[in-house]
């Protein structure tokens, strides 16, 4: 049975079950026809919100009510989460100095924004086999950072590419 999967009215074949009333009230541990019974005298639906219990836990409820309840929920959660922004710049071994200070002061107004930035140093042919190259560039641009960023664990090599996450400072 899936996450999604719920059981409802005639789905239970528990022999018994724990009975809670749509008002929270609970009518003890009853077979389960009973409870269908007394969901269908309400004109409410019998729900197994909890299979693995002992005995299984079901509730009188409108089930269609309580749907669209849980998916109002996870909507509401969903606005609540934060989408961070990465920006990406891209950097050379063999990069001169004042082309890092250009690049780290683009980098700076995106940290002033909120953004994280990940810098990324492309090693080419030779290169490759030696990604210290790589990781000496990114630690002369973590010391133009400090002041603005923090930088976001070790740099990590990736096949042809060294790269470092950038945070804003709190």
């Not at 998916?71 to 922004?85: L, S």
């Not at 080419?124 to 923090?150: C, F, H, I, Y």
């Not at 470092?164 to 400072?169: D, H, R, S, T």
Request: glycine share 4%; proline share 4%; charged share 35%.
């Amino acid at each position: 049975m899936s996450k999604e999967e719920v059981l409802l009215n005639e789905d239970i074949r528990f022999s018994e079950v724990r009975c809670i009333d749509d008002d929270g009230s609970t009518y003890g541990i009853i077979s389960a026809s009973e409870a269908r019974e007394f969901a269908r005298a309400k004109g409410l639906d019998l729900v197994c919100i909890s299979p693995s219990a002992k005995p299984p836990v079901c509730k009188i409820m409108d089930y269609g009510k309580y749907r669209y309840q849980l998916e109002k929920k996870q909507k509401e959660a969903k606005k609540k989460q934060k989408q961070i922004d990465i920006k990406e710049i891209k950097l050379s071994a063999q990069i001169a100095q004042n082309d890092i200070n250009y690049k780290v002061k683009h980098a700076k107004e995106f940290i002033a924004s909120g953004k994280h930035v990940r810098f990324k140093v492309v090693l080419k042919g030779r290169e490759t086999s030696d990604p210290q190259l790589g990781v000496a560039v990114l630690n002369r641009v973590r010391e133009m950072m400090e002041e603005v960023a923090q930088p976001e664990k070790e740099p990590k090599t990736e096949g042809r590419f060294v790269s470092w996450l950038f945070v804003p400072k709190r």
